[in-house]
């Protein structure tokens, strides 16, 4: 079964200051994709970014990249020049098969 | 109207009331989603449609029924419900690929549900 895992229930960050969020999960497929959403305390959840196993590269949006190590099943997402308004709960996230695989969730918060 | 909406945002009822909750997405998606959230607990996937038809259903009581009469509506019906069953009740959308994959989901903002 795939499984994730956030160890990170809560996280703070310095504005303008890089932050590194944890996510590993396990999965016996070959092909998948990998997300981060971000839940802002209005609750709409949102996509950060997105991963394709298959490709080497890591993914980059912006102020967001991720260091996806596949052969360690491991995607942590980094946040640069931290913004208060990325104050928010993060989500990693698994899929394959159709459906969706949540982590627990880190809580970040973004200090002036 | 865009994105992926649902009604009500708020909903407070009896445990012996039925009600329903509803979800539209307006992204022309084949594949839609229901998601509880709780307090400190990772989202549970509850109900899948992918073309309509129910392809996940997580163990779910029976006091849940979804509904999905189209590719662009879901439903909620909620019947005799306990109060542990309070949550953020989340609906998303997203477009099945042909590699049997899912692409990126699209949220809605959720109803806040409480059962007393």
């Known amino acids: 079964a795939q499984t994730v895992t956030q160890s990170q229930p809560e996280m703070s960050v310095q504005e303008a200051e890089t932050v590194t969020l944890s996510c590993t999960y396990d999965?016996?497929?070959?092909?998948?994709?990998l997300f981060w959403y971000k839940q802002p305390p209005s609750r709409q959840m949102i996509l950060v970014i997105r991963q394709e196993a298959y490709k080497q590269q890591n993914a980059t949006e912006n102020r967001f990249s991720v260091n996806f190590q596949k052969a360690a099943k491991s995607f942590s997402l980094k946040i640069s020049d931290s913004q208060l308004g990325d104050t928010a709960m993060y989500f990693c996230?698994?899929?394959?098969?159709?459906?969706?695989?949540f982590g627990q969730g880190t809580t970040l918060q973004v200090k002036p | 109207e865009t994105g992926v909406t649902q009604t009500p945002r708020h909903l407070v009822m009896g445990m012996t009331n039925k009600k329903s909750l509803k979800c539209e997405q307006h992204l022309g998606h084949n594949a839609m989603y229901w998601y509880k959230q709780s307090a400190k607990k990772p989202l549970e996937l509850m109900f899948v449609?992918?073309?309509?038809?129910?392809?996940e259903n997580n163990s779910v009581p029976s006091r849940f029924s979804p509904e999905c009469p189209n590719s662009s509506h879901l439903f909620l019906h909620l019947h005799t419900l306990q109060p542990e069953d309070s949550a953020l009740y989340l609906c998303a959308s997203s477009q099945a690929l042909a590699s049997g994959g899912v692409g990126e989901q699209f949220f809605g903002p959720g109803t806040r549900l409480t059962v007393l």
């Open positions: 999965t016996s497929e070959n092909n998948y994709y």
């Open positions: 996230a698994s899929s394959n098969t159709g459906k969706l695989i």
């Open positions: 449609y992918s073309l309509e038809e129910r392809v």
